[in-house]
């Protein structure tokens, strides 16, 4: 009869597919847990050190590892293999069962610490799923309980597995091992709780396992295809959940994720509108219901269309302070269970996504370039230490010193270059993804129109030449903070005094690119 070994950490359905094998005439043979839980169930099961010779060594961390087991795993139909088995007293195994100590959910509890976390790397599973999966011509490799089904339907059908499902079955495999890996090589080389210190400098390698989640219904365009990717299965985009409106689309993806990295900027209740990866306003105030209306001010032409996000509980008073305007979606870290049902029933096309962790920074971004990757530590805001320095003859007053510090958080969320005009919490022009400054400048003031007097400007890098500070004080701009480090520096302040603007500058750059 067909020979199986069983050899599970998640015993989901280990039972029934056990007993499902047995009754199509399977020997099952099983190790450790799984031989027990198998055992208590009433099944008939032979353990494997009946076919080692030997029993368990090292409190469990030596069972499989053993000729008789991975002999018969890497047989192959051939006379010459089936000989050297009989020489032994070996036997083919037809299908292993197996599935991995759970290293990543240990990692990813509070207080591990690194031994929890190096006891939980599993050798024997990884050994068996590997050699199973290169042999799948003639060996069945089951590593997810998903597939138990599957496979037991196929042998009740045709009582064999046939070549292209043990292929499938083989890639699940591979990644599912490749995954493994890529989890203990990512937490052992950044810096494992209790490991030795590791140097803060990017990784010298970097593993990529990604699975594929969503299949979108397309990309940025119609003709583009698309799909959602996480690290793990069953990920959802920014850890959040859907709880209304359309399927996410690939444009909505971008634009929530540019939304919800700048509100999470603000520990103030405050309101971000974006449209296509730039916001067209941000605002706070006491509430988001009073801050959204100052959000929408700043561009309610370029708010049609954009998505929303929050960085406090959608309520009643924000769904009623929203109006009429069309909104692709809203990211909130909760709905109240009265302004859901509204939203669902009035806007049914607006995506309604619950986020409960802001955006820390804690992950490195990666892009892609052609033929490369480009890594780097995400900007988060100014690095420890940053000062705001008076390099003009005026200092800002109180109130202009708080809206330039409003100010200078929202220009870093905005492509550059960056310019952004606020006053009191909110912003009242954006200019972005210019490659003139002072035609940002421009396009800032004219979005600001009159409003835009009195306002003060941030810029996300320095003044290359005075003509950008000329137009704020052309538009009645009344203070600046910018970055500075331009080798025409004194001319820009000289510029800034004449017009009597305080300007105050960082030293920290925050390009957007």
Known sequence: MPRALISVYDKTNVVEFASDLIALGWDIVASGGTERALSEAGLDVTPVESLTGLPEMLDGRV??????????????????DLDDLNDNGFAPIKMVVCNLYPFQQTIARANTTLQDAVEQIDIGGVTLIRAAAKNFFHVTCVCHPDDYGRVSSALKASGDVDLALKRELAVKAFAHTRDYDTAIHAYLATGAQSAPAVSDELPSQMSLALHRVDVLRYGENPHQKAAFYAPRMG?????????????????NLLDLDAAWR???????????????????????????????????????VSAFGGVIAVNRPVDDNFVESLGALFVEAIAAPAFTETAQSTLSEKRRNCRLIRITQPFDGSELEVRNIHRGFLVQRPDVG?????????????APDANELEALQFAWKAVQHVKSNAIVLAKAGATVGIGGGLPSRVDAVNLAVKKAGENGRGAVLASDAF?????????ASNAGITAIIQPGGSIRDNEVIEAADKAGIAMVTTKTRHFRH
């Open 262 to 300: 700048a509100v999470s900027m603000f520990t103030e209740p405050t309101v971000v509108i974006v449209k296509h990866l730039t916001p067209t306003g941000i605002a706070s105030a006491d509430d988001i219901s009073e801050a959204y209306p100052r959000a929408l001010a700043s561009d309610p």
């Open 235 to 251: 990920d959802t985009p920014f850890g959040g959940k859907v709880l209304g409106g359309k399927a996410l689309s690939y444009n």
């Open 382 to 394: 100014d690095p420890e230490g940053t000062l705001m320095t008076t390099v003009t003859q005026r």
């Open 63 to 80: 069972k499989t590892l053993h000729p008789a087991i991975h002999a018969g795993i890497l047989a192959r139909a051939t006379q010459q």
């Open 463 to 471: 003044f290359p030449f005075a003509d950008g500070v000329v137009a």
